[in-house]
């Protein structure tokens, strides 16, 4: 008979904040839940996992620059210099590849003005000057 008491006891009058003397004797505990805090703890620990990866991607980028710096400094910088210019040179000068073959080296600038003019000038079948966009069908 305690039992059935108590069940109407929790059936009925369950939602007040002090458990009844009766569920208490039948060893029932309230079922509320304070979700405001579960809310805070639940943000509180996703802000520190937020700055925790934050932190850890911001030590990554550091070593990799430190990294980068120290094989900058042991490349050197006349060294980086150096390939920057021959590579400048590579697109701004002449030079003689292979004669025999024909291979010459000339000035990116100059080679792209070559082709458009070489291109105007001697349209192939179904040349327009005009940029086709879509594929047609």
Request: charged share 20%; glycine share 6%.
């Given at each position: 008979?305690r039992?059935?008491h108590?069940?109407?006891?929790?059936a009925?009058g369950?939602?007040?904040?002090?458990?009844?003397?009766?569920?208490?004797a039948a060893?029932?505990?309230p079922?509320?839940?304070?979700?405001?805090?579960l809310v805070?703890?639940?943000?509180?620990?996703?802000?520190v996992?937020?700055?925790?990866?934050?932190?850890?991607?911001?030590?990554?980028?550091?070593?990799?620059?430190?990294?980068?710096?120290?094989?900058?400094?042991?490349v050197?910088?006349?060294?980086?210099a150096?390939v920057?210019?021959?590579?400048?040179e590579?697109?701004?000068?002449?030079?003689?590849?292979?004669?025999?073959?024909?291979?010459?080296?000339?000035?990116?600038?100059?080679?792209?003005?070559?082709?458009?003019?070489?291109?105007?000038?001697?349209?192939?079948?179904?040349?327009?000057?005009?940029?086709?966009?879509?594929?047609?069908?």
């Amino acid at each position: 008979m305690r039992i059935a008491h108590s069940h109407s006891d929790v059936a009925s009058g369950g939602s007040s904040s002090a458990p009844s003397p009766v569920a208490v004797a039948a060893g029932v505990q309230p079922e509320e839940m304070n979700t405001a805090v579960l809310v805070q703890i639940v943000l509180g620990v996703a802000v520190v996992v937020v700055v925790l990866v934050v932190i850890v991607f911001q030590l990554m980028n550091l070593t990799v620059q430190t990294v980068e710096s120290e094989l900058a400094e042991g490349v050197g910088r006349d060294a980086l210099a150096e390939v920057e210019l021959a590579g400048a040179e590579k697109l701004t000068r002449y030079s003689v590849l292979d004669r025999q073959a024909g291979v010459f080296r000339i000035p990116i600038e100059r080679a792209m003005t070559l082709m458009a003019d070489e291109t105007y000038r001697q349209p192939q079948e179904g040349y327009t000057a005009e940029v086709e966009l879509l594929p047609t069908e």
